[in-house]
């Protein structure tokens, strides 16, 4: 079964700087990963993929990249901005299905 | 704009009484969605598969008598909480993919809040 981990429950970083969020999984699949963002009391809302065969997607502010030999994803956020402030969950397939497999997230900060 | 709608957004209700929440996709037809359940800064956890057309898939430790979920059309999956409890309050979230961009499109999110 796929796991998904991401390993910092939280980080902080100054408005401007570079944010670098990680997540690692186990099963390597053919297929998209996902990166989600989540303000409290609200459902996730989808930020970014990457297909697996790709190893790097840049959507404006957000870039993520593929490692997949390291089985491991990050997302980078670049300049950060205090509305960037949520929790990001990653995401990768189960199965080869749309049965994503989501990890812990990671609360980040951004300080004005 | 929303992709896909969650009903309702608040729901309270009184212990041994049933709750439905609705999830649809309002401009792609969904075959398949998921429902998730999120406890106080945790992770999102799976539920079950809501399959179209067929019985839905529960993951481990989910009972699906007390879950019932029902896919009636392309566009709308229920999750019914049956005899709720206190334990059963918590945020429940469905999410629906689109096949043709890989993306997977979360509803709004309903609390459920059992007294």
């Known amino acids: 079964d796929q796991q998904v981990k991401q390993n910092s429950p939280s980080l902080s970083v100054q408005e401007g700087r570079i944010s670098i969020l990680n997540c690692d999984y186990t099963n390597s699949m053919f297929d998209y990963f996902l990166w989600y963002k989540k303000y409290p009391a609200e459902g996730p809302t989808f930020l970014i993929s990457?297909?697996?065969?790709?190893d790097k997607n840049e959507d404006g502010r957000f870039t993520v990249f593929l490692n997949k030999s390291a089985k491991h994803l990050s997302l980078h956020i670049v300049p950060s901005q205090p509305g960037d402030s949520a929790v990001y969950f990653c995401a990768a397939p189960d199965s080869g299905t749309y049965k994503y497999i989501f990890g812990t997230g990671t609360r980040l900060k951004v300080l004005a | 704009g929303a992709v896909v709608s969650q009903h309702p957004s608040w729901v309270i209700c009184k212990s041994g009484t049933s709750v439905k929440i609705e999830c649809r996709s309002l401009d792609f037809q969904a075959t398949t969605m998921f429902w998730y359940r999120q406890f106080p800064k945790q992770s999102l956890m799976l539920m079950a598969t809501s399959n179209e057309g067929s019985k839905a898939t529960y993951e481990q430790g989910v009972e699906k008598d007390k879950f019932l979920i029902n896919h009636a059309s392309l566009t709308l999956s229920t999750l019914t909480v049956t005899s709720a409890h206190p334990e059963d309050s918590s945020f429940y979230i469905c999410?629906?993919?689109?096949?043709?961009?890989?993306?997977?499109?979360f509803g709004e999110g309903s609390r459920l809040t059992v007294l």
């Open positions: 990457i297909s697996s065969i790709k």
């Open positions: 999410s629906a993919p689109r096949s043709n961009t890989g993306e997977l499109f």
